[in-house]
Every structure is written in C-alpha cells, then in structure tokens.
C-alpha cells in the first residue's frame, strides 16, 4: 500500500451464534479463582465513559474488570434452571 492504511474489521462473525458461546463441558482455562471458564465481552464506550469508570474503580481499590463483574452479576442475577 502506498500510504494508505486499510481499515480491517475486528473479526469476522461466526454463521452459528451457538459457536461463541463456550459449552459448559469445555474444561477450564480460567485464571479468575472459583470462576468454571471465562469469557471476553467487548463494548464501545466513550472516552468519557471509560474515564468514569477506570476512576471508579480506583476509588475503590479494585480492578475495572473486578468491578464490572460485580455489576453484571448483579443485574443479571442467575435464575433458578439456568445452566452454572
């Protein structure tokens, strides 16, 4: 290319949506203690946002990814037959 970059996209979406979910059997390779696997979860924010929130954390002495966690899990609560 001559000093043009191309833009490429981030990844490209599988046809099965099933596929992006890792099944509960799969064996762990989990860093994060007392957790059966993990899960990457992407979102656009805004800089704004992300400011708010890496203060937010800060202020209280943990990690982004700990406090966001804690939220989610809390405002999706498992329901009772929901696989673990």
Known sequence: MTGRTRKRGFASRPGN???WIKAAGTPSTSKVAGEAFTAR???DITPELRGRIKVAA????ITV????????????????????
């Open 17 to 19: 949506p099933d596929s």
């Open 41 to 43: 979860l992407t979102i």
């Open 58 to 61: 800060f202020r209280r002495g």
């Open 65 to 84: 990814a700990d406090m966001l966690r804690d939220l989610l899990a809390r405002e999706f609560p498992s329901t009772e037959g929901d696989p673990i």
